[in-house]
């Protein structure tokens, strides 16, 4: 059985090497997998990023149909086992409303919540905290507390 796990974040071109570089950061970890027993191929990233589609850089246009983005997101949480959601804008000022929304779309099908922000308001908010299973401030905090790890092995490694 493959754990599904979707990386949701900002997506915009005018910093799309940040956008990109935090959920490779991810993936390049687990590439060398070894603390489970399983083979890394046991762990499936679900990235927004990947695929053909060029981002405009205010975020806010693609040469996807808006409608596709949003289905092909959506059906992706749908399928994931875990949800990560970075809220770090990298700078850029426009509000993280595709993200959030994909938290909520998490949040509807009952997936864990693992959210990265070191953001007292998304930390503190009282529906954010209350559908997130775990924080982190960043993502070297998330991998070093080996989080993806916990769910996996709840899933489907038990040893007793």
């Known amino acids: 059985m493959k754990t599904k796990v979707y990386l949701a974040g ?3 071109g005018s910093v799309i090497d940040k956008c990109i570089a935090w959920r ?6 687990y590439t060398n997998w070894k603390d489970t027993g399983k083979p ?3 762990l499936i990233f679900l ?3 990947n695929g053909e589609s060029q981002v405009s850089d205010d975020g806010l246009s693609s040469n996807l149909p808006k409608k596709v983005i949003l289905d092909k997101d959506y059906n992706a949480i749908k399928k994931c086992d875990l949800f990560i ?8 000022e426009r509000p993280l409303i595709g993200t959030t929304m994909e938290i909520a779309f998490a949040y509807s099908f009952h997936k864990p919540i693992i959210l990265i922000t070191n953001n007292r308001v998304y930390q503190e908010h009282p529906f954010l905290s209350q559908m997130v299973s775990w924080y982190f401030n960043d993502v070297d905090e998330m991998l070093n507390a080996k989080a993806i790890n916990q769910f ?3 899933w489907h490694n038990a040893q007793y």
């Open 24 to 29: 490779k950061k991810i993936v390049d970890h």
């Open 152 to 154: 996996y092995k709840a």
């Open 47 to 49: 990235d927004p990023c």
């Open 85 to 92: 959601g970075n809220m770090d804008s990298f700078g850029v």
């Open 10 to 12: 900002l997506i915009q």
């Open 40 to 42: 890394y191929e046991d």
